[in-house]
């Protein structure tokens, strides 16, 4: 079965302060590596689509990557608005079967 | 203009009822879906309906029922609603994992 661990659950930066939330998977035969992020009250926003390993994509200050076993979303210099809950999803074999992490939470102080 | 639009936002009812979920898409998406984010915010997919056709069920319990009336509408019918059901359902679309899914803003159930 396929199975998405993301970590840390709850992280807290200060402004300007880089870091990366990890997403670790096992699954037989990736199709297809999300990243979303997710506001208080609101359905999750797509961010990216990763494939294969070695792949890379950005979007303003974040910018995911993948490897064999897990994708890290880097965030650069965050500001007080990327304060989300970011999820990693992943799809594999057959039909539009997509299994979702729990997400973390990321906190950014002024 | 809201994509992919839910109604209701909120609902309260007791348990035992029968209740729906409406789910309306104007993105001319092929593929929408309904999933359940629990109290420890994990999403989990229930059903997947592809141009009005059933494709994914997910061991739920059939006191839920979904219908698509046609390509851009995807309703949740709740049979004898139960504590356990109490959650967001999301509703979501799709058209090329390239583009990932767009997702509605929820409908909180809250079964007392």
């Known amino acids: 079965e396929d199975q998405v661990t993301q970590s840390p659950e709850a992280l807290r930066l200060q402004e300007g302060e880089s870091s990366s939330l990890n997403c670790s998977y096992t699954v037989s035969g990736l199709r297809g590596l999300f990243w979303y992020r997710q506001d208080p009250g609101k359905g999750p926003e797509f961010l990216f689509t990763l494939y294969s390993a070695g792949e890379e994509k950005e979007k303003e200050r974040l910018k995911a990557t993948l490897t064999k076993k897990e994708s890290f979303l880097h965030i650069t210099a965050p500001k007080p608005e990327d304060s989300a809950t970011y999820l990693c999803?992943?799809?594999?074999?057959?039909?539009?079967?997509?299994?979702f992490g729990i997400g973390t939470k990321l906190q950014v102080i002024p | 203009d809201t994509a992919v639009s839910q109604t209701p936002k909120y609902l309260v009812t007791q348990m035992g009822n029968d209740k729906s979920i409406k789910c309306e898409q104007n993105l001319g998406h092929d593929t929408m879906y309904w999933y359940k984010q629990d109290s420890k915010k994990f999403l989990k997919i229930m059903f997947s309906y592809n141009n009005k056709e059933l494709i994914i069920n997910e061991t739920v319990p059939n006191r839920f029922s979904p219908k698509s009336p046609d390509k851009a509408h995807l309703n949740l019918h709740i049979n004898s609603l139960e504590l356990g059901d109490s959650a967001v359902y999301f509703c979501?679309?799709?058209?090329?994992?390239?583009?990932?899914?767009?997702f509605g803003s929820g409908t909180r159930l809250t079964v007392v």
């Open positions: 999803a992943l799809q594999s074999g057959g039909y539009q079967k997509v299994t």
């Open positions: 979501a679309t799709s058209y090329d994992q390239a583009f990932g899914y767009t």
